[in-house]
């Protein structure tokens, strides 16, 4: 059996290759964000009161806080459910899931683009794979734009509902939030998804050449076009 080698580097292989290294960075980046807030709360006269820090990782089921009810006594934690892994979970598995069909679709351009009594089956598969390009811009689209609103939702959730509203709200009268940088990791990752959609709409065009309905309208266009100047 064949094995057409530089599949990976022509123009549909290698961009197979950078889809699966954008979901790649993109699934890694929200499976390893640590959303974090602190806070740290003050009388009229200075004095800070207490100290406290909520944090929610991957799947984001909970936000675990701890706090110090006043600058004397030891520091206590607590857990709270804040449910949004819905979005998360999506978003990774879809990531993943790109990878999966990456790999697929590497092989079968190596494999069965060398063997020309497979046409037929080439002719299918390219169709198959243009309803799949179809779908995953759809389902990036749709994974990045609930990562982008679930990551403002729980920033607001852990910084009004955990920190001020269910700690603070009435032992303090001024309240200072520290927002670490982590914020960005998560940011990063629906840039990257966004750009999936991208790479996956511009590599429709490349699949669409291919189909067979495509190549017999260019064949017949060029035809009728030789067939008029004569």
């Given at each position: ?109 190596m494999f ?85 959609i991208v ?18 309208w260019?064949?017949k ?10």
């Amino acid at each position: 059996m064949e094995i057409h080698w530089r599949a990976p580097l022509q123009l549909k292989g290698f961009l197979k290759i950078v889809e699966m290294i954008i979901a790649l960075l993109a699934l890694s980046l929200v499976a390893g964000f640590t959303a974090t807030n602190r806070a740290e709360c003050n009388w009229w006269n200075g004095t800070k009161v207490c100290q406290i820090t909520a944090k929610a990782s991957y799947p984001y089921t909970i936000v675990n806080v701890t706090y110090q009810p006043s600058c004397e006594a030891n520091a206590t934690s607590d857990v709270l459910s804040g449910d949004y892994k819905q979005a998360a979970e999506f978003f990774v598995a879809w990531g993943s899931l790109t990878l999966f069909y990456g790999i697929i679709a590497i092989l079968v351009y190596m494999f069965a683009t060398a063997n020309s009594k497979w046409e037929w089956v080439i002719n299918y598969l390219i169709l198959v794979d243009l309803v799949f390009h179809v779908v995953w811009v759809l389902c990036w689209f749709i994974a990045s734009v609930e990562w982008a609103v679930v990551q403002n939702e729980m920033k607001s959730y852990i910084k009004t509902k955990v920190i001020h509203d269910k700690y603070l709200a009435n032992s303090c009268n001024d309240t200072t939030y520290n927002e670490p940088g982590s914020y960005a990791q998560a940011a990063i990752a629906d840039v990257f998804g966004f750009t999936s959609i991208v790479l996956w709409g511009v590599n429709i065009f490349w699949v669409v050449i291919d189909t067979s309905f495509y190549l017999q309208w260019k064949a017949k266009r060029s035809s009728s076009g030789e067939y008029n100047q004569i």
